[in-house]
């Protein structure tokens, strides 16, 4: 007769305990995957209904009031609300609407984590608290349009999303020639894809999308690196030795490139969110006007918000964007 064999009871909690282990190490960092390409298609899916929405309106500017006193302090703001129940809720379906000082009754969270994961900040609630530097009085020259200092308003979409709403009633429309982004932002959207819920961090569940110009508006909704390139570079060489600003984003991953124009001054608009720029830094961006070293590029400041044109072999700074 031949001796029947099994497993003996340890043998089978030792498994179990090795399996288990396993799974305890592992799982987290698969569901942080799932979670990040869900939140990636969700963000383009929120991008592409607010673009169709927008790019439906006949003008983005001069919805609801704003005035202000002789000491420069607000005394009526309905612009942000007004532009939410008055222009967008005739193009975009939302079911819950919040005014100034009642973000949260949308799932507006009260903090959130920057893009680096360094710093939590308190959740914006107007123009200044967004990024000071919108209000730099240096952009108004030669500027048709200027930049109140907006309380935001908060809407909540049928997907779940809350979004607070930072609006320019005085924004103006493109222009080819050197100008600021400030003037030419009319809406800037942070959103939230699950509102209050975690982990209120930029770059995961948080993210913004911003339209610029009056008239034909460009809306872009970038999603930043974590971090600049390590040093400054030119936005273009013809020296193989040296590392341009476009070269420079494909070291730091395949998946990264130079924001455009535009995008380049959402993130300036978003600078605190994701800890972006010190007062005198100078970006590059990936639109070219003409080629060649002596060619010359878009460029973003982050002190006065300034969008110029520079040479592409002068030096700059780059963040990437993910395509």
């Known amino acids: 007769m031949k001796k029947k064999t099994g497993f003996t009871l340890a043998e089978i909690l030792i498994t179990l305990a090795i399996i288990g282990i396993v799974a305890a190490i592992t799982l987290p960092s698969l569901l942080v995957n799932v979670n990040e390409k869900a939140w990636d298609a969700q963000k383009k899916a929120l991008h592409a209904r607010l673009a169709q929405a927008i790019g439906q309106m006949n003008s983005l500017g001069g919805y609801g009031t704003y005035t202000e006193d002789e000491e420069g302090t607000a005394t009526t703001d309905t612009a942000a609300e007004s532009f939410i129940l008055d222009a967008l809720s005739k193009v975009y379906k939302i079911n819950n609407v919040c005014g100034p000082d009642k973000l949260s009754s949308c799932g507006i969270p009260s903090k959130i984590t920057t893009l680096d994961a360094v710093s939590e900040i308190t959740f914006p609630t107007k123009m200044s608290e967004l990024n000071v530097n919108l209000l730099n009085g240096n952009h108004q020259v030669n500027e048709d349009g200027d930049m109140a200092d907006t309380k935001a308003a908060a809407f909540e ?167």
């Open 157 to 323: 979409t049928v997907n779940g999303e809350s979004i607070a709403v930072f609006y320019n009633p005085l924004c103006s429309s493109d222009t080819t020639a050197v100008h600021y982004a400030q003037n030419k932002m009319c809406v800037n959207f942070v959103y939230d894809l699950n509102g209050a819920e975690g982990p209120n961090q930029v770059g995961k569940d948080v993210g913004f999308i911003t339209a610029f110009y009056n008239k034909n508006p460009a809306v872009v909704a970038p999603v930043p690196y974590n971090s600049d390139y390590a040093s400054t570079v030119k936005q273009y060489t013809e020296t193989e030795s040296e590392i341009d600003a476009p070269t420079a984003c494909k070291t730091m991953g395949e998946d990264l490139r130079l924001p455009d124009r535009d995008e380049l001054a959402s993130l300036f608009v978003n600078a605190p969110l994701i800890n972006l720029g010190e007062s005198t830094s100078y970006y590059w961006s990936g639109s070219v006007i003409s080629l060649g070293t002596s060619g010359i590029a878009w460029g973003q400041g982050f002190k006065y918000g300034n969008c110029g044109r520079g040479n592409r072999s002068a030096m700059g700074y780059v963040r990437c964007v993910r395509r």
